[in-house]
């Protein structure tokens, strides 16, 4: 049986975030990358793995080495269904603020 994994399981877990962070502004190897965490190797190749069947995570082999680097494009979906969120947000806070201001001018 094959599983397809959630974005948003995949994200909830802060190692996966960490791994996420890390790459986003060069590939690395599963070597390099596993050498920035206090877990086994095996551990964070199974984060990789997990990143990489959704799509977060893309590898690129170069010789022996496989390189792993962000998938903007995939980003760019969860960003996109978390923006209505943010914004609803900024507006409560902004009405909020607006509120205190009042508040404290009476």
Known sequence: MNLRRDVFQA?????????LLLVATQAMTAGVIASNFDTA???????????????????????REIYYHIN???MKDVADFIEPFRAMW???????E?????????
């Open 41 to 63: 190797r095996p551990t964070v190749s199974k984060h990789l793995q997990i990143l990489t069947e959704c799509e977060l995570l893309k590898q690129e082999q170069n010789g």
């Open 90 to 96: 900024e507006d409560r806070f902004n009405k909020l």
């Open 11 to 19: 994200i909830a877990d802060p190692t996966r975030r960490a791994i």
């Open 72 to 74: 903007a494009e995939r």
């Open 98 to 106: 607006d509120i205190m201001k009042n508040y404290k001018g009476k």
